[in-house]
């Protein structure tokens, strides 16, 4: 069984410009999670759907942050623009309802110069 | 407000000796507590949880997690370990209303030859 997929796993940009992640869930997974790590912390959560709904979005710097579930499967994370505080890895996770086990995609690691 | 705390930044063991990683927690009720692993460009690998029973948890590759409630603590040990344990280890706590995973900061374990 395939795990959680992201893609891209590593982006560089330049401050200002927009990025773009992608999130796979594993199938059947109805609850998504993006988390953001920053180099020597653990992750903290952005947003949470169950389905397509976002249920928990209230650490996601609304400014220039914006994620979309439309299907209730795959999911995307949009900043823009970026900050070089942004410069983190962004982790997905999902599981079978939110008081399931929570797996974990490799991460986006982005750069922001 | 839920937390852990890892008080030790890194862990430094021979192989073979014996490992802890420590973590403390502050909830309200009982708590849903986890082990996390992540190794150098990868997600985080679940390794156990605590949610009711026994207060001895087994895990993946060896590893098992002692929950003692009047320490508030739940300490990640193994009785031999390995090189390849080298890793970053997360202790979490589940949140009981939105399901979210409250991160400590992360412990790097090192095991030496």
């Known amino acids: 069984e395939a795990g959680v997929v992201q893609s891209p796993r590593y982006k560089i940009i330049e401050k200002k410009q927009p990025v773009a992640f992608w999130c796979n869930p594993i199938?059947?997974?109805?609850?998504l999670y993006w988390y953001l790590q920053n180099l020597g912390q653990g992750p903290e959560l952005l947003i949470r759907y169950e389905n397509e709904e976002a249920v928990d979005d209230s650490q996601l710097p609304k400014d220039r942050f914006s994620a979309e579930r439309l299907k209730g499967v795959d999911s995307t994370l949009k900043i823009q623009p970026a900050e070089l505080g942004d410069s983190a890895v962004y982790l997905c996770?999902?599981?079978?309802?939110?008081?399931?086990?929570?797996?974990f995609g490799p991460g986006t690691r982005l750069t922001v110069l | 407000a839920q937390s852990v705390a890892q008080p030790e930044d890194q862990v430094n063991v021979a192989e073979g000796n014996p490992l802890t990683v420590k973590c403390t927690y502050s909830?309200?009720?009982?708590?849903?507590l986890f082990w996390y692993v992540q190794y150098p460009n990868r997600g985080l690998q679940f390794l156990l949880k605590?949610?009711?029973?026994?207060?001895l948890v087994k895990g993946s590759y060896g590893f098992e997690a002692e929950f003692n409630k009047s320490q508030t603590s739940f300490h990640l040990k193994k009785p031999s370990a390995l090189v390849s344990d080298s890793a970053l280890y997360f202790c979490?706590?589940?949140?009981?209303?939105?399901?979210?995973?409250?991160f400590g900061q992360g412990t790097e374990l090192s095991v030496k030859p």
């Open positions: 199938s059947g997974h109805n609850t």
């Open positions: 996770a999902s599981s079978l309802g939110r008081g399931g086990g929570q797996f």
């Open positions: 979490a706590v589940r949140d009981r209303v939105g399901g979210k995973l409250i």
């Open positions: 909830v309200s009720g009982n708590p849903y």
């Open positions: 605590y949610i009711t029973g026994d207060n």
